[in-house]
């Protein structure tokens, strides 16, 4: 499975950005999408996943303003943030959890880099 991500940039706080994140490949074994963050020096964090029944998680952090979507005749998946804060600030990966009969693994997506400014 790859994983594209796009649609980071700069903003300032209380802006909005929407990341995308389109999967190719083995798609059809994904069960589960999600995004991660991880801030120089910290250690990578979990955003928002879902499934493919459209059961949603958030990181603590986030809840409230940022939602997860997905649209699986695209392979993509969204993360629309909101009332951005400084404390966003990160590089933000998509990972696809991939599920079969024998194997079950995790492919990440390089990353998009989200900065948002005071």
């Known amino acids: 499975v790859q994983l594209q991500a796009s649609g980071g940039g700069l903003v300032q706080a209380g802006g909005s950005l929407r990341l995308s994140c389109v999967a190719s490949?083995?798609?059809?074994?994904?069960?589960?999408m999600g995004w991660y963050r991880q801030a120089p020096g910290n250690q990578r964090e979990l955003v928002a996943s879902?499934?493919?029944?459209?059961?949603?998680n958030y990181g603590g952090s986030v809840k409230g303003r940022f939602t997860i979507s997905r649209d699986s005749a695209k392979n993509a998946m969204f993360l629309q943030m909101n009332s951005l804060k400084p404390e966003d600030t990160a590089r933000y990966y998509c990972?696809?959890?991939?599920?079969?009969?024998?194997?079950?693994?995790?492919?990440w997506g390089e990353g998009t880099l989200v900065t948002v400014s005071s």
């Open positions: 879902i499934s493919n029944s459209g059961t949603t």
């Open positions: 990972r696809a959890k991939y599920e079969t009969a024998w194997a079950s693994m995790n492919f």
């Open positions: 490949g083995s798609v059809s074994s994904v069960t589960e």
